[in-house]
């Protein structure tokens, strides 16, 4: 019933417009004749080497997108695993009236931890966060002497921690030569 109204529906139209178009067995199907198009060489050799530096271009961002590392900086995540550190250090000490040393590990698990699972860095980048969130979290421990207990081996700790996020955290006191080389363009 519906192809029957429909094929009442193109022969009203056909019929409307002036034109009358022959009938076709079911199932046919109309070919239409392309009337035959001058080419210009000149025009489509222009054409093939423009839809080729496209397409070349469209590759080489493709390529870029799947090889590009994470939009997340090493430094700004190692920042804030830091300060994250420094505030679970805190409201272990203070709220929960934790020790040292459980807050120095908690600290190290943190910075490693976020820095490895956020960013594409290696196990360096990973270590450096680590003893810098730990050493955040050992000024929090110091910090909060007096307000929770305080064991020897957390304050040692504490210090120690402090120490190895200066020295190797943030490298000061290296050697010039341990220093990594400045990036490609920039002035020091």
Same mark, same amino acid.
């Given at each position: 019933?519906?192809? @029957?109204?429909?094929?009442?529906? @193109? ?26 198009? +001058? !080419? ?42 830091? #300060? ?16 040292? !040393? ?7 698990? =943190? @910075?490693?931890? =976020?820095?490895?699972?956020?960013? +594409? ?10 003893? #810098?969130?730990? &050493?955040?979290? &050992? ?5 909060? !002497?007096?307000?929770?207990?305080? +064991?020897?081996?957390? =304050? =040692?700790?504490?210090? #120690? ?9 943030? &490298?000061? &006191? ?15």
């Amino acid at each position: 019933a519906q192809a @029957g109204a429909r094929r009442r529906a @193109g022969t009203a139209a056909a019929g409307r417009a002036g034109e009358r178009r022959p009938a076709q067995p079911a199932g046919a199907l109309a070919v239409a004749v392309a009337e035959p198009v +001058e !080419l210009d060489p000149a025009e489509a050799v222009a054409r093939a080497r423009r839809l080729c530096m496209q397409a070349l271009a469209n590759a080489a961002e493709l390529r870029g997108v799947l090889r590009a590392s994470t939009s997340l900086s090493v430094g700004l995540v190692t920042a804030g695993a830091c #300060l994250l550190a420094g505030v679970v250090a805190g409201v272990l000490r203070v709220a929960v009236g934790a020790e040292g !040393l459980p807050c120095l590990a908690a600290a190290l698990v =943190i @910075g490693g931890g =976020i820095v490895s699972v956020a960013t +594409e860095a290696g196990p360096k980048a990973a270590l450096r966060s680590a003893l #810098l969130a730990a &050493g955040t979290a &050992g000024a929090v421990v110091l910090a909060t !002497l007096r307000v929770a207990p305080s +064991e020897p081996a957390g =304050i =040692i700790g504490s210090l #120690l921690a402090l120490a190895l996020a200066v020295r190797f955290g943030l &490298g000061v &006191g290296a050697p010039a030569s341990a220093q990594a080389p400045p990036a490609r363009g920039s002035r020091r």
